[in-house]
């Protein structure tokens, strides 16, 4: 498997423990490498973008893990730590503007210099599932 990064972050937060959590994510910058600028057409016709990027600076990883949210640990497929056997981060952007290849973006919980391997628009018909559970988080905070 080959992974080619498309693009870079630029963010206020330049270390891993600066990183939000995915909820409270400031004002970021994406680059979108020229190559692929042709690709960003009409992507400000769309409010909000799901981003997939590499955690680059995550290091191993458990299958049981401790959140925030509980006392007692989960298996990590059940939860969302970026300490992952394939560190790849994912998050659902507000696009507050685009500029050429460069992206500004809300909500983006990735640190500066973090490589992004993908982006897609979020379309609410298709990405929004209101029936959807929360599992073991169920009551366990708001959003």
Request: glycine fraction near 10%; proline fraction near 7%; aromatic fraction near 10%.
């Amino acid at each position: 498997m080959n992974l080619k990064p498309i693009g870079v972050v630029y963010s206020e937060y330049k270390k891993r423990g600066d990183a939000p959590r995915q909820w409270e994510g400031g004002i970021s910058e994406i680059e979108v490498f020229k190559e692929y600028e042709k690709g960003l057409k009409d992507v400000e016709t769309f409010s909000h973008l799901h981003v997939l990027y590499w955690l680059h600076e995550s290091e191993g990883y458990s299958l049981s893990v401790n959140t925030p949210w509980d006392t007692k640990p989960h298996g990590l497929f059940a939860a969302r730590s970026p300490h992952r056997p394939n560190p790849i981060g994912y998050s659902v952007v507000k696009l507050l503007g685009r500029e050429g290849n460069k992206l500004r973006v809300e909500g983006l919980d990735a640190i500066d210099g973090t490589k992004v391997l993908d982006i897609k628009p979020y379309v609410p018909r298709i990405d929004s599932k209101p029936e959807a559970g929360s599992g073991w988080l169920e009551g366990k905070f708001r959003c």
